[in-house]
């Protein structure tokens, strides 16, 4: 069957037939935990000029020449620590995540939508994922990047990959690209009833921390709005929660590199928490909206080990939205007036 005969019952009857797709995406991951699966996926990663913006010619250079031969090897390890039987917990929640916003998508009366789910590196690839759409003859798409504050890394990025695979279509469909939510009403409770449910059971800490990933500090400086949308959905969590702001802390993690990054840095201010008395606290990473690497490996071990070390005594990390079904709802309200 042709891809024109494909959207249409009748290739005589026109060409739509009026269904919209929702691609919903996230960063990615390896495919496996091992060396190998890690050289392919880093060198996807850290060749997007989004992520790194050294003069093109020299990157590539460092990266083939040392990068991709020292760190594979390290990052399998980290991964090995979080890998389940299901295999990369970012792909599997995700999954997880984009099968119960089609169930209430269908169930709330929007029966003519298909909703896929695709990674900006690694598998499922952004292009598997608009292909599968093109496939099923839909002529709508809403692409729904799973990042709540927009950040050229990951959002700018995620619209470049979407973008560099539509160019080589005839046809391009009608395009609805969201690039953020990090204050929608939905989302903001539902970070709220997660801190709110561990205060619950486990008390009030010294500090609560909001840690979100970090990027280079010339990054903002040269526009890019992460850095304040970070601080305004922590503003609305507390607000929502009523909470003491002197309870409260931004910070930025998963630095790398000699450059300068967003400060306050995660690790380094948990690390003079204890010589303040400050011996139990809470963490809580609102840029994913999935665990990963990032919030179960850095988290969860590194920095409770960097806490620890320096003589903290309480440390809990409140896990991330996940597949809850009030962060369902929200992702569910920030594609609604669209559908």
Request: proline share 6%.
């Amino acid at each position: 069957m042709s891809r024109f005969s494909a959207i249409t019952d009748n290739p005589h009857d026109g060409r739509f037939n009026h269904k919209t797709g929702i691609l919903v995406t996230n960063l990615g991951s390896p495919d496996a935990p091992t060396a190998k699966a890690l050289r392919v996926y880093l060198a996807e990663f850290l060749s997007d000029p989004r992520i790194v913006e050294i003069p093109r010619l020299v990157w590539l250079m460092i990266l083939h020449g040392i990068i991709l031969r020292v760190r594979p090897k390290k990052s399998a390890k980290a991964y090995q620590s979080i890998w389940t039987e299901h295999g990369s917990p970012l792909v599997h929640i995700s999954q997880q995540q984009t099968d119960k916003l089609a169930k209430l998508i269908k169930h709330s009366g929007f029966k003519n939508t298909e909703v896929v789910m695709a990674m900006r590196y690694g598998n499922p690839s952004i292009e598997a994922g608009l292909e599968a759409l093109r496939d099923k003859g839909l002529t709508r798409i809403i692409v729904l990047p799973l990042y709540p504050q927009y950040s050229s890394p990951t959002t700018g990025s995620t619209f470049d990959a979407v973008a560099d695979v539509l160019k080589k279509w005839r046809w391009v469909p009608e395009l609805h690209f969201i690039n953020g939510y990090h204050k929608n009403p939905l989302y903001i409770e539902a970070l709220a009833n997660t801190i709110a449910e561990d205060l619950a059971a486990n008390g009030t800490p010294q500090k609560l921390v909001f840690s979100y990933h970090g990027m280079p500090k010339r990054f903002l400086d040269h526009g890019d709005p992460y850095h304040c949308l970070c601080q305004q959905t922590t503003r609305l969590v507390v607000e929502k929660l009523g909470l003491d702001k002197s309870l409260v802390e931004t910070t930025f993690q998963s630095r790398f590199g000699k450059a300068e990054w967003l400060q306050p840095y995660t690790d380094a201010t948990l690390a003079s928490y204890p010589e303040q008395g400050i011996k139990d606290i809470a963490i809580i990473s609102p840029a994913f909206s999935a665990d990963c690497l990032e919030t179960l490996e850095e988290l969860e071990e590194e920095n409770r080990e960097i806490f620890e070390h320096a003589g903290g005594e309480k440390y809990r990390y409140i896990a991330a939205l996940n597949d809850r079904d009030d962060h369902i709802n929200a992702l569910f309200d920030v594609i609604k007036p669209l559908l």
